[in-house]
């Protein structure tokens, strides 16, 4: 067991190698392999940078001779490289020749701001950040040369685009280096990347995943998906992110041969031209988004015809708008419950729609263990509901550098607690009942609370804070801020939400709402009644 990032003990690995599901292959060598195989296909589409179209064999020149550049720079194997990139066809080249030389991304999402970033340049000790110089109307680069006055081990920071003060990801050079050839690249039992938690607690958490676990989930994501070469992936929601990138997302994609093609921007507006264009097959959605576009496709000028398949998870989906996606897109609704941790449920392609429209999927794999568990981890009766703990060959079994917390968030014997009141159905599959991590699901994105709590928590103003989920018919939850001020002090709810962006957190973490409060509800032991506090949110307000 590595210190920095638990693994499977030796008899598990052994039994997932047996059964095949880690191959041995490495990412860097997946794509080798594919631009052997199809040299000339397209792999990647870039409409917002100048619809662009990299073919297999270019994709893959591009991050081998990337690898050697960043070797050049110093960067190399373990090493941690932050890389906040948006939908664009340089995401590909980086992370690629990233693993081709075993340096460990950490994927930041665009949305992430200074606090974020810090945090993840600090603690994961990063020797590089990678950033576009401005993305929706924010500038990177300011944020960027701010964070690599304080992170210790930032050596460079990489913009595409116009670098400002830093240096221009095109400018790294391109030469061949027989430094790679003779460079030991990673093996596939290594991390090849560190994953975000949607979090639960004050510090957001690393999560390692290796090349053999991962790309078995990947292949096996494509299986249960049909995805092959000559499927159209688009992929809407933020790159990094583990569903678009896994789900069988990109990375399916470009494992199978098939041609990814990245949305600049969710809204149909961008999103059904170029399906119609780009003869999308598949794309992945959160329901918030899979609401919007069904009530924009039958408008729309547009020919989606081209989608089979529409993957809606991350947060839940409920039946009513279920029934309605597959009929008004024309394609096949496939639920998707899966976690940045591990374990991913899919309804199968061939799933009767009452399956597919009131459950969130059955688990990937035949090893993927599921308990559902009441407070004692003791199972509860079949078809209870429950504690959805996890186990499998592409779970994690901890945290990066977490072991206390890994001690909450794994059992002995190596389950994961997944925080998600679940239930199992005779066939397996699993319904979404709740949750019990204290963690907020925006339409998707996830807030930890305690994170959210620490920094309002600084405001001199602020006695104590509560931050819960209100129900919301469009994103399923927002955030609402109870606050206790001092005794005297005086404060409006746009100055808490002012005071936490220019803390540095991402927009989607400021409070949809702030409420002042004199007291909290408490529990029967003295602790803050969150479950009170959601129960008043709820109501209506005159
Ligand atoms: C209810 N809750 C869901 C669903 C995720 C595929 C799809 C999603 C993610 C993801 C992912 C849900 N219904 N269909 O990584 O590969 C909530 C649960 C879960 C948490 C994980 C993937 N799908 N959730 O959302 O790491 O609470 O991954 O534990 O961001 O999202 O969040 P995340």
Not at 37 to 62: H, K, M, N, S
Not at 182 to 211: C, E, M, N, W, Y
Not at 278 to 284: C, F, L, S, Y
Request: hydrophobic share 40%; with cysteine; net charge negative.
């Amino acid at each position: 067991m590595s210190a920095d990032a638990p693994t499977w003990p030796a008899a598990f690995a052994e039994r997932y190698r047996a059964a095949g599901y880690w191959q041995g292959e490495t990412f860097g060598q997946m794509l080798a392999a594919r631009a052997q195989e199809f040299p000339d296909r397209v792999a990647v589409v870039d409409p917002a940078g100048e619809g662009r179209r990299w073919t297999y064999g270019e994709l893959d020149r591009r991050a081998d001779r990337l690898a050697a550049g960043f070797l050049a720079a110093g960067i190399g194997r373990g090493d941690r490289v932050v890389v906040q990139l948006p939908n664009i066809a340089e995401f590909f080249e980086v992370v690629f020749a990233l693993f081709r030389i075993g340096a460990l991304p950490v994927f930041a999402l665009p949305a992430h701001r200074e606090t974020e970033i810090r945090y993840f340049c600090e603690f994961s000790e990063a020797v590089a950040y990678v950033i576009a110089d401005r993305h929706e109307g924010f500038d990177h680069r300011e944020l960027a040369a701010r964070v690599k006055a304080q992170a210790r081990a930032l050596r460079h920071v990489f913009v595409v685009g116009d670098p400002g003060g830093h240096t221009a990801l095109g400018s790294v050079p391109r030469e061949p280096d027989d430094r790679l050839d003779s460079h030991r690249g990673p093996q596939a039992s290594d991390v090849a990347f560190l994953q975000l938690s949607g979090g639960s607690t004050g510090i957001p958490k690393l999560i390692p995943r290796t090349h053999d676990d991962y790309l078995y989930s990947v292949r096996a994501s494509n299986e249960i998906c049909a995805v092959d070469e000559n499927s159209v992936h688009l992929i809407v929601l933020p790159a990094a992110h583990n569903f678009p990138l896994s789900s069988p997302g990109s990375l399916g994609a470009l494992c199978a041969g098939a041609r990814v093609v990245l949305c600049p921007a969710p809204a149909p507006d961008t999103a059904f031209p170029l399906i119609e264009s780009e003869a999308v097959t598949i794309t992945g959605l959160v329901p918030p988004l899979a609401l919007l576009w069904t009530e924009a496709a039958p408008h729309t000028s547009h020919d989606l015809s081209s989608l089979e398949v529409l993957l809606v998870g991350g947060a839940k989906l409920s039946e009513e708008a279920a029934r309605r996606i597959g009929p008004v897109l024309g394609c096949v609704l496939q639920q998707v419950f899966g976690m940045a941790e591990g374990l991913v449920n899919y309804t199968r392609l061939d799933d009767d729609e009452e399956t597919v429209v009131t459950t969130q999927g059955r688990p990937i794999s035949p090893d993927d263990e599921v308990r559902i568990v009441d407070e004692a981890d003791r199972d509860v009766p079949p078809g209870g509901t429950g504690h959805l703990l996890t186990r499998g060959p592409y779970t994690i079994r901890g945290y990066w550098r977490a072991p206390e917390h890994n001690a909450r968030s794994f059992t002995p014997d190596g389950f994961y607690r997944t925080g998600d009141i679940a239930r199992s159905t005779p066939s397996g599959h699993l319904v979404v009942e709740g949750r019990a991590k204290d963690q907020i699901n925006r339409g998707g994105e996830k807030i930890a609370a305690e994170e959210v709590e620490n920094v309002i928590l600084g405001h001199p103003a602020v006695h104590d804070v509560s931050v819960v989920s209100v129900p919301d018919d469009y994103l399923g939850e927002r955030s609402c801020a109870y606050v206790i001020l001092r005794p005297d002090a005086e404060l409006r709810p746009a100055a808490v939400r002012r005071y936490v962006r220019e803390r540095g957190l991402a927009a989607y973490k400021i409070p949809d709402r702030v409420e002042f409060v004199e007291a909290f509800p408490s529990t029967g032991i003295g602790k803050v009644s969150k479950k009170d506090l959601r129960t008043t949110a709820a109501r209506p307000r005159h």
